[in-house]
């Protein structure tokens, strides 16, 4: 299953971010998903609590996002939405296309529990760099 393999690559993307915070807890995990990534995103979800057992990210909820398929026409040059087997242009129809997005796996952001001066429990949100996995 290469959805664990990509979700303990995952993990250790967010654990270095929850020690670069100095996290307690990792609470939420956002990720962006198109639908040519490779990646199911269902397998994903049942990947996450056996790849997160044992971190500070154990129990952390998963947010997705699935992003459009977008190609960039050579022929008109708009940027279009397309469907995935049909990758034409959705102004002219032609099929000289570039893909624009729609294969990416980007870690958007994770929430996480720290510590304050109180010792209170607050929440720190930390957006990612658009970066794929």
């Not at 995103?41 to 990210?57: K, M, V």
Request: proline content about 5%.
């Amino acid at each position: 299953m290469h959805e664990l393999s990509l979700c303990q690559a995952l993990i250790e993307q967010v654990e270095a971010i929850a020690r670069e915070q100095a996290a307690q807890q990792v609470l939420l995990i956002h990720l962006a998903i198109g639908p040519l990534s490779g990646v199911e995103p269902r397998l994903l979800e049942q990947a996450l609590p056996f790849a997160s057992a044992g971190t500070i990210a154990a129990g952390a909820g998963l947010v997705i996002d699935y992003l459009p398929v977008r190609v960039l026409c050579q022929a008109c040059g708009n940027t279009t939405e397309a469907m995935p087997s049909r990758l034409t242009c959705g102004d002219c129809g032609d099929s000289r296309t570039t893909l624009v997005s729609g294969d990416e796996l980007l870690l958007m952001r994770v929430e996480l529990a720290v510590a304050t001066e109180n010792q209170r429990q607050e929440v720190a949100r930390c957006a990612t760099p658009a970066a794929a996995t």
